[in-house]
């Protein structure tokens, strides 16, 4: 190491000089680098980071291994925080003790999300006593430490001054009390999503990768801040949180896990679909047809996919009947969307719905709408062609919803 130039850059996979077992290297300064440990000990956080000089070290680069392990410090504490984040949504029921309980917790999800992003770029681990520009995010342009200290402060002194107040008094004031915990909460969702869209994408998973979540092994289709699409085949196209879900990695010996799809056209719509989720976020990708037909912000009875009208059961697998729809199995379901243009037979259990597919200014109105997604994933790109799908879609919801309630037996 002595006649070689050092070339080691964050990111890359070494070989521990001690040990053997293989690191990446999560920070590197002068002629100090620190090695992200690869399980980390939920006893020890402070270990999260492991400092060894490069003086003398012999230790060599290598491709990161297949069964590399998934995260980083940083992830360690995002987790705890997205975790705690819940348990701040306490309901406040004009009692001084609601109020304190809710500034502590607030309080220790500020310092999650400050040892999140420090122990994750490198920076001094006295939280609150420094401000640098690695605070800052490049994309957002958002000053996240000025964030975290207001919002640390905030919950400190409401705590404080509840305390200090018996809960007659605070009762007494409720109506100016109560208000002090929204823009908590608003600064507590406004920090982690910044920590996330910082942290997440720093995390080495790519596309091509082959990892197991929920049980299923797929490949890594599309990564967007904290969710990664994952292809399994047969099984469908999973979007999980990097967060929430607990990922394994595999390597190329894994990828006969993955059973082909029944239907390469309609599963390739869903991947771009669900890929590219943002062009109509307000509507959920149906595993049966493939396209985004069910709309998710709005809480009435009709639950199925306004384009095929399948419910969506997440349970079910290509080749097992659904309860919810029928007994179909998807694969049936599929072949009778493509050439019906819904997936409801003669004897169906819900004539209503079939009636509102049926009626001819259900199928007009479908087909144009069918024929703006197709191109819409040929042209690849948003603006008006996606705000007038979402009109469209909208419309059809509502013809079909009125088609319904005209049905008459």
């Known amino acids: 190491m002595n006649d070689i130039p050092i070339s080691f850059h964050r990111g890359d996979w070494l070989r521990h000089p001690h040990h053997g077992r293989c690191r990446v290297l999560r920070v590197r300064d002068a002629a100090v680098t620190a090695f992200a440990v690869d399980r980390l000990d939920p006893d020890k956080p402070s270990e ?22 998934i995260g980083s ?86 705590c404080a001054e509840a305390e200090a107040l018996s809960w007659r008094k605070i009762n007494a004031a409720w109506d100016e009390w109560s208000p ?16 996330t869209e910082a942290i997440c994408p720093h995390l080495d998973i790519f596309e091509g990768d082959i990892i197991e979540v929920y049980r299923h092994v797929g490949t890594v289709h599309g990564k967007k801040s904290d969710y990664v699409i994952l292809d399994c085949g047969r099984n469908g196209v999973i979007s999980c949180s990097l967060i929430r879900a607990t990922i394994t990695r595999h390597g190329p010996d894994h990828r006969d896990r993955i059973p082909p799809p029944s239907d390469p056209i309609q599963h390739a719509r869903w991947l771009w679909f669900m890929t590219h989720h943002s062009f109509l976020p307000d509507w959920r990708v149906c595993p049966c047809c493939g396209y985004p037909g069910e709309r998710t912000d709005i809480d009435d009875d009709l639950e199925e996919c306004v384009l095929c009208g399948w419910d969506e059961d997440a349970s079910t697998g290509d080749e097992e009947p659904s309860l919810m729809n029928d007994d179909m199995t998807l694969s049936y379901a599929r072949r009778h969307f493509a050439t019906q243009g819904h997936i409801f037979p003669a004897e169906t259990k819900s004539p209503a719905l079939l009636h509102a597919h049926e009626l001819p200014e259900v199928r007009k109105t479908k087909k144009v709408i069918l024929e703006r997604l197709d191109a819409l994933m040929q042209a ?5 062609l996606v705000l007038t799908l979402s009109e469209d879609l909208d419309r059809l919801r509502g013809m079909i919803l009125d088609g319904r309630a005209r049905y008459t037996p």
């Not at 999260?48 to 392990?69: E, F, K, N, V, W």
């Not at 500020?110 to 420090?118: G, P, S, T």
């Not at 002090?180 to 920590?195: G, Q, Y």
Request: charged share 25%.
């Open 48 to 69: 999260a980071l492991i400092d060894l000089p490069l003086a003398g070290m012999s230790a060599t680069p290598i491709p990161r291994p297949g069964d590399a392990p």
């Open 380 to 384: 690849g790109s948003e603006g008006e």
């Open 73 to 158: 410090p940083g992830l360690y504490w995002l987790r705890l925080a997205h975790k705690d984040l819940r348990n701040v949504h306490i309901p406040l029921a004009h009692d001084w003790r609601d109020i304190t309980v809710f500034a502590r917790r607030a309080e220790r999800v500020f310092i999650l999300l400050a040892k999140a992003w420090a122990s994750e770029f490198g920076d001094p681990p006295h939280l609150w006593q420094f401000e640098t520009p690695t605070w800052i995010d490049a994309v957002t342009d958002v000053n996240l430490f000025a964030m975290l200290r207001e919002g640390h402060d905030k919950a400190r002194r409401l």
């Open 180 to 195: 002090r915990c929204t823009p908590i909460l608003v600064l507590l969702r406004n920090s982690i999503e910044v920590a």
